[in-house]
């Protein structure tokens, strides 16, 4: 194992409010300004860094050995790194297993991703949870070259996320169909599809394990850009519309997604059923309001509670923003709340398959508790087909 950190740091971090941090570079050089957030998934980086959702944020993991199962092609959630960069303790060691075909270095370094190694996580994450997600500036100099007041600027330049709509840069250019389900494995072993109802998928910022979990609860999938219009949804005919994750401010991003989400509800009874991103602009639409939080959920052991069944699911969570239970409109149930904060974690409108949930229930990384959502969705366009 490599010490924490080297005599000569080769990257530096620094904080808004002053406070720097150094230790030994790795992946891209150069520097980038972001949000940071801490993430307390034990394993799952690749998914995590790949997860569009974290377009403007970089990372610190807070367990420590991240980067020794290396990287493979299965396991991005989209084509390329969306984090800006990661923070880790311990630098990765070369890869041990089966399904590595790349250290993460090197697939970071091609990537234009910066990574910052031997960093206390502890006193970072600490400092995340008393003073709310910073903004940061992170620079790798494998000379070790460091204007420290510089970096400190232009963390404090950064505008942060509020306000920012960052699905419409991370969204796909062109509609497309998606037909792999889960468990497909690199030796060519597919399940069969069973495609039974039609439904349009809009990408905000879509990961690929939740379009693979759609289709494997029968959805025949198309995916619709960010932008697309109620017009653009319903020239595809669908039994049900998808709303996913994604980056950015979701009262920023609505601007677009609200009216159609708004036109879908008053001239539709399609199934509706939202993640994330999605469950925000759904609630946004809906009336209620969305509200950016301290530091967020990043983790893929979060215990939420679904008030219908009574049972507590453990779920992967992504958010820095959430929908202000108090804000609910009369007609608008909630279905979910955190058990780590009591935030608001799902909503379904009275009488209507119109769903959503704050978690990830696609579990890429992290548990498969709320699996059952995708075939509640894919139940209320059986039932609404017969
Ligand atoms: N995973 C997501 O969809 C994140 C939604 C939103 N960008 C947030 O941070 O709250």
Redesign the pocket.
């Known amino acids: 194992m490599q010490p924490p950190a080297s005599d000569r740091p080769t990257a530096c971090l620094a904080l808004a409010d002053g406070t720097i941090f150094y230790g030994i570079g790795f992946g891209a050089t150069g520097q980038t300004v972001a949000e940071l957030c801490f993430n307390t998934a034990m394993t799952g980086y690749q998914e995590i860094m790949t ?1 569009p ?1 974290y377009a403007g944020q970089i990372v610190t993991f807070t367990f420590p050995h991240i980067g020794n199962v290396g990287v493979n092609p299965q396991d991005d959630e989209t084509g390329d790194p969306v984090a800006e960069g990661m923070i880790v303790k311990w630098m990765p060691t070369d890869p041990s297993n089966w399904r590595a075909t790349q250290n993460l270095d090197a697939w970071l370094a091609a990537r234009g991703r910066i990574a910052l190694g031997g960093v206390d996580t502890r006193r970072l994450t600490r400092a995340i949870r008393q003073s709310g997600a910073p903004h940061v500036a992170l620079s790798h100099d494998p000379e070790g070259r460091f204007d420290v007041e510089a970096l400190v600027a232009a963390a404090r330049s950064f505008s942060g ?1 509020e306000g920012l709509d960052l699905a419409k840069d991370v969204t796909c250019a062109q509609s497309y169909r998606w037909n792999e389900m889960r468990w497909a494995w690199p030796d060519g072993y597919a399940p069969q599809l069973h495609p039974k109802h039609k439904v349009v998928a809009v990408d905000y ?1 879509a990961k690929r394990n939740i379009l693979r979990c759609l289709a494997s609860a029968g959805c025949d999938v198309t995916v619709l850009p960010a932008t697309a219009t109620f017009d653009d949804v319903m020239a595809h005919d669908p039994d049900g519309v998808f709303l996913s ?6 009262a920023a991003t609505g601007s677009y997604a609200v009216p159609m989400i708004q036109k879908v509800l008053a001239e539709t009874q399609l199934p509706v059923f939202g ?4 469950h ?1 602009m759904l609630a946004l639409a809906l009336g209620a309001q969305t509200i950016k939080m301290n530091h ?1 959920h990043h983790g893929a052991n979060h215990p939420v509670k679904d008030h219908d069944t009574g049972k507590v699911e453990i779920t992967s969570m ?5 929908v202000d239970a108090q804000s609910l409109p009369d007609g608008v149930v909630e279905t979910h709340t955190s058990l780590f904060d009591g935030s608001n974690c799902g909503i379904r409108v009275d009488g209507r398959p119109v769903w959503s949930v704050q978690h ?1 229930p696609e579990a890429s990384p992290g548990p498969q508790d709320s699996y059952y959502l995708f075939e509640r969705f894919a139940q209320a366009m059986a039932d609404r087909a017969a």
């Open positions: 997860d959702s996320l910022g994750n994604g980056p950015g401010d979701p993640i994330c991103l999605g925000q967020g992504n958010h820095g923003f959430a990830h």
